[in-house]
């Protein structure tokens, strides 16, 4: 890709927002980003990758990384998702501190801040005060007072409601402000650099999270077997050169750890499994511009968040 039009002036680099689970912080990399691309759930530990956004201004391209949320880790998995973590404040060039404005600031944020400084001493971070909905406007100021303590008395401090478009704009600015000079990453009309399946098999796995208590959440994977155009659907997409197909095929199996929680996914008489095919497929189809057929199977993976074999087998 030939970079050299970029204009003078012209900034890009990486941001990593990082902070405990349920933060916010993928709610807030779709809202900068203007279309969904991390998927969302009630539960803690949702995010399992670092997934980047492409924010694109008029001098700038912010990539922006969702990470998994930091936190004690309970099974290797967890181990492995917070060395993930770790390894991307090397990787970027501006850390986003995301605090929730309906709870206080305690020792998590303050350890997770300690991991920033520990891992890139030199690294900007900049202070991101989420949920700026949930709570009256005494209770932001004092969560503002709390966070410019925590990071200290010249950080950079932004208060943002991602549901309700506030302050994205200023955030966005006072992140560019950090970023170098430097080309475009990507072209204008990216949002993300994830593959396609990989965003099916998040979808999937966002509507087999609906609902959901305890710990089943953390022991649903699920991965992609096979997806390609049926050769038997007549071609879509008139006036376009490659005439693909109408409808897609999509393969995938959901890995739970044990059958008593396969009882609970596919439901009584199939039909939370069948809920969770006609969520998933309604939001494939809105990615992808297509029909879908989606065959969703469930097995079981004994243990696998803590199964070195399991785990590469998933991807971890």
Same mark, same amino acid.
């Given at each position: 890709?030939?970079? !050299?039009?970029?204009?003078?002036?012209?900034?890009?680099?990486?941001?990593?927002?990082?902070?405990?689970?349920?933060?916010?912080?993928?709610?807030?990399?779709?809202?900068? %980003?203007?279309?969904?691309?991390?998927?969302?759930?009630?539960?803690?530990?949702?995010?399992?990758?670092?997934?980047?956004?492409?924010?694109?201004?008029?001098?700038?391209?912010?990539?922006?990384?969702?990470?998994?949320?930091?936190?004690?880790?309970? *099974?290797?998995? @967890?181990?492995?998702?917070?060395?993930?973590?770790?390894?991307?404040?090397?990787?970027?060039? %501006?850390?986003?501190?995301?605090?929730?404005?309906?709870?206080?600031?305690?020792?998590?944020?303050?350890?997770?801040?300690?991991?920033?400084?520990?891992?890139?001493?030199?690294?900007?971070?900049? @202070?991101? $005060?989420?949920?700026?909905?949930? %709570?009256?406007?005494?209770?932001?100021?004092?969560?503002?007072?709390?966070?410019?303590?925590?990071?200290?008395?010249?950080?950079?401090?932004?208060?943002?409601?991602?549901?309700?478009?506030?302050?994205?704009?200023? $955030? *966005?600015?006072?992140?560019? !402000?950090?970023?170098?000079?430097?080309?475009?990453?990507?072209?204008?009309?990216?949002?993300?650099?994830?593959?396609?399946?990989?965003?099916? !098999?998040?979808?999937?796995?966002?509507?087999?999270?609906? @609902?959901?208590?305890?710990?089943?959440?953390?022991?649903?994977?699920?991965?992609?077997?096979?997806?390609?155009?049926?050769?038997?659907?007549?071609?879509?997409?008139?006036?376009?050169?490659?005439?693909?197909?109408?409808?897609?095929?999509?393969?995938?199996?959901?890995?739970?750890?044990?059958?008593?929680?396969?009882?609970?996914?596919?439901?009584?008489?199939?039909?939370?499994?069948?809920?969770?095919?006609?969520? !998933?497929?309604?939001?494939?189809?809105?990615?992808?511009?297509?029909?879908?057929?989606?065959?969703?199977?469930?097995?079981?993976?004994?243990?696998?968040?803590?199964?070195?074999?399991?785990?590469?087998?998933?991807?971890?």
């Amino acid at each position: 890709m030939d970079f !050299s039009d970029t204009p003078e002036g012209f900034r890009s680099g990486f941001v990593s927002f990082v902070g405990r689970p349920n933060t916010g912080k993928s709610t807030l990399t779709n809202a900068l %980003v203007g279309e969904k691309i991390a998927i969302m759930a009630d539960q803690p530990e949702t995010t399992r990758h670092p997934i980047r956004g492409i924010v694109n201004t008029e001098g700038a391209q912010m990539i922006v990384v969702d990470t998994p949320g930091i936190h004690r880790p309970r *099974t290797l998995l @967890g181990e492995r998702l917070n060395e993930v973590v770790k390894e991307t404040f090397t990787d970027v060039d %501006v850390v986003g501190l995301t605090v929730p404005a309906d709870e206080k600031i305690g020792p998590g944020d303050r350890f997770i801040l300690q991991q920033v400084r520990d891992t890139a001493p030199t690294m900007p971070i900049v @202070g991101i $005060l989420t949920k700026l909905d949930k %709570v009256p406007k005494d209770v932001v100021g004092e969560r503002l007072v709390e966070l410019h303590e925590l990071l200290g008395p010249n950080s950079e401090v932004v208060p943002v409601s991602a549901t309700e478009q506030v302050q994205l704009d200023v $955030l *966005t600015e006072v992140l560019v !402000s950090q970023l170098p000079e430097g080309p475009r990453f990507y072209p204008e009309d990216h949002v993300t650099d994830e593959d396609i399946e990989t965003r099916i !098999s998040e979808l999937i796995r966002e509507a087999a999270l609906s @609902g959901l208590r305890d710990e089943l959440p953390h022991s649903v994977a699920v991965q992609i077997d096979e997806m390609y155009p049926d050769p038997d659907a007549p071609a879509g997409h008139q006036g376009r050169e490659d005439q693909e197909p109408a409808r897609m095929m999509i393969y995938a199996v959901l890995y739970l750890e044990r059958p008593g929680q396969k009882d609970i996914i596919v439901g009584r008489d199939g039909r939370r499994l069948q809920s969770i095919i006609q969520r !998933s497929r309604k939001q494939i189809i809105a990615l992808l511009g297509r029909n879908v057929y989606l065959d969703l199977r469930v097995k079981i993976l004994k243990n696998w968040q803590s199964n070195p074999k399991h785990l590469g087998r998933l991807g971890f």
